[in-house]
T-cell receptor, first 112, second 113 residues
Framework: DARVTQTPRHKVTEMGQEVTMRCQPILGHNTVFWYRQTMMQGLELLAYFRNRAPLDDSGMPKDRFSAEMPDATLATLKIQPSEPRDSAVYFC??????????FGPGTRLTVT | QKEVEQNSGPLSVPEGAIASLNCTYSDRGSQSFFWYRQYSGKSPELIMSIYSNGDKEDGRFTAQLNKASQYVSLLIRDSQPSDSATYLCAVNKPNFGNEKLTFGTGTRLTIIP
């Protein structure tokens, strides 16, 4: 049963610290997405990749967030420095041509 | 106008009845439409996709699409308590092919035993 995996599942950190979240997409999927979900804003797209190339990161605060895909099996989302307003659940999703996206379990981030 | 609009609910439906969830979208060029189910504290789970006008049935779920009215709906027949969740409608952004989706804010559904 192919699934998207994400690590860590939970992260508590202090303001100013670096946070790295990792995602392993489903084998064979060529698109990878990073979303953030909060009660106030709902599900927001931060960045996405096709065939490892970044296509759109317009939803991401550029000064502190960065997303990379060093190889086909790993996508990373980094926040440096982290702030309390970054507290949210971060989801990775992967997909193929017809637009269906499959979500990982998420990383619940708390910045104190 | 929001790109994808859903009634936030909560929508309460008696067990065994039909639950009807609605979604409207603003971009006439959209071609791909999806329904996701999200249980509290869990990730969104894809339950239906629909690409052409009409109905698509999968078990107790039926997705309905009307592109002329820019409207997509999800019907859940014989509702069960396990169907209690938030349902997210997602629509593709045409300038990004089928890949980039815009999500609605979701409708919270509660099935009353």
């Amino acid at each position: 049963d192919a699934r998207v995996t994400q690590t860590p599942r939970h992260k508590v950190t202090e303001m100013g610290q670096e946070v790295t979240m990792r995602c392993q997409p489903i084998l064979g999927h060529n698109t990878v997405f990073w979303y953030r979900q909060t009660m106030m804003q709902g599900l927001e797209l931060l960045a996405y990749f096709r065939n490892r190339a970044p296509l759109d990161d317009s939803g991401m605060p550029k000064d502190r967030f960065s997303a990379e895909m060093p190889d086909a099996t790993l996508a990373t989302l980094k926040i440096q420095p982290s702030e309390p307003r970054d507290s949210a659940v971060y989801f990775c999703a992967s997909g193929r041509d017809r637009g269906e996206q499959y979500f990982g379990p998420g990383t619940r981030l708390t910045v104190t | 106008q929001k790109e994808v609009e859903q009634n936030s609910g909560p929508l309460s439906v008696p067990e065994g009845a039909i639950a009807s969830l609605n979604c409207t979208y603003s971009d006439r060029g959209s071609q791909s439409f999806f329904w996701y189910r999200q249980y509290s504290g869990k990730s969104p789970e894809l339950i239906m996709s629909i690409y052409s006008n009409g109905d698509k049935e999968d078990g107790r779920f039926t997705a309905q699409l009307n592109k002329a009215s820019q409207y997509v709906s999800l019907l859940i027949r014989d509702s069960q308590p396990s169907d209690s969740a938030t349902y997210l409608c997602a629509v593709n952004k045409p300038n990004f092919g089928n890949e980039k989706l815009t999500f609605g804010t979701g409708t919270r559904l509660t099935i009353i035993p």
